[in-house]
């Protein structure tokens, strides 16, 4: 089914700016909701931000509401992540994910399909 690739992550000091690419193999990716997670050393994975599948849906976790934002390009099969204002906390690996639902979620099992994550650090 669908294969996802992260893309555009790197090393940035605090207060700059990245912007994430998630890429997909397949063509219907418009019947995928997607989510952004993250996952620092010794953490859980921790949910982001989610759009819906024609992106007139998003939503956030409070520690990234009003500097990420995530959006889509159904015609690229690309979903992105725009992340601005950027702190120490934010370095992660990041993960995009596919959910062939419908519905915004959160957690980690209600996504079906992984990308292999890209590095983002964030030094003070």
């Known amino acids: 089914q669908v294969q996802l690739v992260e893309s555009g992550g790197g090393l940035v000091p605090a207060g700059g700016s990245l912007r994430l690419s998630c890429a997909a193999s397949?063509?219907?990716?418009?019947?995928?909701?997607v989510g952004w997670f993250r996952q620092a050393p010794g953490k859980e994975r921790e949910f982001v931000a989610a759009?819906?599948?024609?992106?007139?849906?998003?939503y956030y976790a409070d520690s990234v509401k009003g500097r990420f934002t995530i959006s889509r390009d159904n015609a690229k099969n690309t979903v992105y992540l725009q992340m601005n204002s950027l702190k120490p906390e934010d370095t992660a690996v990041y993960y995009c994910?596919?959910?062939?639902?419908?519905?915004?979620?959160?957690?980690?099992?209600?996504?079906?399909?992984w990308g292999q994550g890209t590095q983002v650090t964030v030094s003070s």
């Open positions: 759009i819906s599948r024609r992106g007139g849906s998003t």
């Open positions: 994910a596919g959910r062939p639902e419908v519905g915004l979620r959160k957690g980690t099992s209600e996504y079906a399909y």
């Open positions: 397949r063509r219907a990716f418009s019947s995928y909701a």
